[in-house]
């Protein structure tokens, strides 16, 4: 399947994303997003325009499974990580000390949205205000503001899964949601770390496999994989192919 116009033609000469978490998954996936765009401008001459949220402050449970020290510690996750990250590797992205979405009316909406969040509660807020923002009569014309995909990252103790969808085509982050219940929370990031409920390595199998799907996106406007499920135990990977749900009209459509 190939990527959205907004993706394949990247008009203007950019790709605008919002980063929404920046805890175990989060801090090691914006990493790997930073490489793909220091890439793509030098091969591309393509920008990656990045807003980073997430209200959660650092604690001293973070240090050693997220990229944070102890100096970081009661300073907002997302102006450390992007102060740093911008430093490191020369971009100028955007840090915002707010959960998302802040306002319904707003519709803080960019190509690609990109989240790495604690609760089923907090996908399901998420792709309610997404599918709200599909339903408007009139959708911005700017590109920039215009959604073509969300990438989810989710994960228990040592089982996790990565799943992408349009909203359209492809089946939406809830129908993989199971047994949630309003005001159950089920943390998995920093809480469980500290209750010793989620393994080390987790998370850098969530990056790695979302990295691996953005680059093919971005790279080669290629779409192959909309879901993926993980186990670090055994060491296994199980996706499901883009190809199950989309036409060979829809491919074509696609561009």
Not at 77 to 84: C, G, S, T, Y
Request: with cysteine; hydrophobic share 40%; charged share 20%.
């Amino acid at each position: 399947m190939k990527a959205d116009k907004l993706i394949s033609e990247a008009y203007n000469q950019e790709i605008t994303i919002i980063f929404v978490g920046a805890g175990g998954t989060g801090s090691l996936l914006l990493h790997k997003l930073a490489s793909i765009a220091v890439s793509l401008q030098e091969i591309r001459n393509i920008t990656l325009k990045v807003i980073v949220m997430d209200e959660d402050m650092v604690s001293s449970s973070n240090i050693g499974r997220q990229l944070y020290t102890a100096y970081d510690v009661n300073r907002s996750k997302v102006a450390v990580l992007v102060e740093r990250i911008n430093r490191f590797y020369g971009l100028g992205w955007n840090a915002c000390a707010f959960n998302y979405p802040m306002k319904a009316d707003d519709f803080l909406v960019r190509n690609i949205i990109i989240t790495c969040v604690d609760t089923p509660q907090a996908r399901l807020k998420i792709e309610k205000y997404l599918q709200d923002y599909r339903k408007r009569k009139t959708l911005p014309s700017d590109h920039g503001h215009r959604f073509a995909y969300w990438l989810d990252c989710g994960n228990n103790f040592s089982t996790g899964n990565v799943v992408l969808t349009d909203l359209d085509k492809l089946p939406s982050i809830s129908s993989y949601l199971t047994n949630v219940k309003p005001g159950r929370k089920r943390a998995t990031c920093s809480l469980a770390m500290a209750l010793g409920k989620q393994h080390l390595m987790v998370n850098t199998w969530a990056a790695t496999i979302a990295g691996t799907m953005l680059c093919d996106m971005i790279f080669d406007h290629i779409v192959d994989v909309h879901a993926a499920f993980y186990n670090i135990r055994t060491f296994q990977i199980r996706t499901i192919q883009t190809k199950d749900y989309a036409t060979k009209q829809d491919t074509v459509d696609a561009l």
